[in-house]
């Protein structure tokens, strides 16, 4: 079983900027679309970005433009860097394959203040 792990969140001040980790026990980045998803209190699940295989990018309309998600196929690593962060990006943030998602990880708390 594929075990992810999310790191790099924190307390940050609006306008200000964190690059979260996404590492992947198995090489999973190069055959699937992959996706970070974000949670905050008392609101379901919501898909934030998302990468296929061969690189391209979506992105949800709140952050586009701030947002960039990447990967490192042979780091079975993805990021997701977050600019001009708002208070409403508050969330803890995880990811996971776009398609037939896996086992959820813990996530990571990205708190932003006003």
């Known amino acids: 079983q594929v075990q992810l792990v999310e790191s790099g969140g924190g307390l940050v001040q609006a306008g200000g900027s964190l690059r979260l980790s996404c590492a992947a026990s198995?090489?999973?980045?190069?055959?699937?679309?992959m996706a970070w998803y974000r949670q905050a209190p008392g609101k379901q699940r919501e898909l934030v970005a998302r990468?296929?295989?061969?690189?391209?990018?979506n992105y949800a309309d709140s952050v586009k433009g701030r947002f960039t998600v990447s990967r490192e196929i042979g780091e079975n690593t993805m990021y997701l860097q977050m600019n001009s962060l708002k208070p409403e990006d508050t969330a803890v943030y995880y990811c996971?394959?776009?398609?037939?998602?896996?086992?959820w990880g813990k996530g990571t708390q990205v708190t932003v203040s006003s």
């Open positions: 198995e090489s999973i980045f190069s055959r699937n679309m």
């Open positions: 996971n394959k776009f398609y037939n998602v896996i086992a």
């Open positions: 990468i296929s295989p061969g690189g391209s990018t």
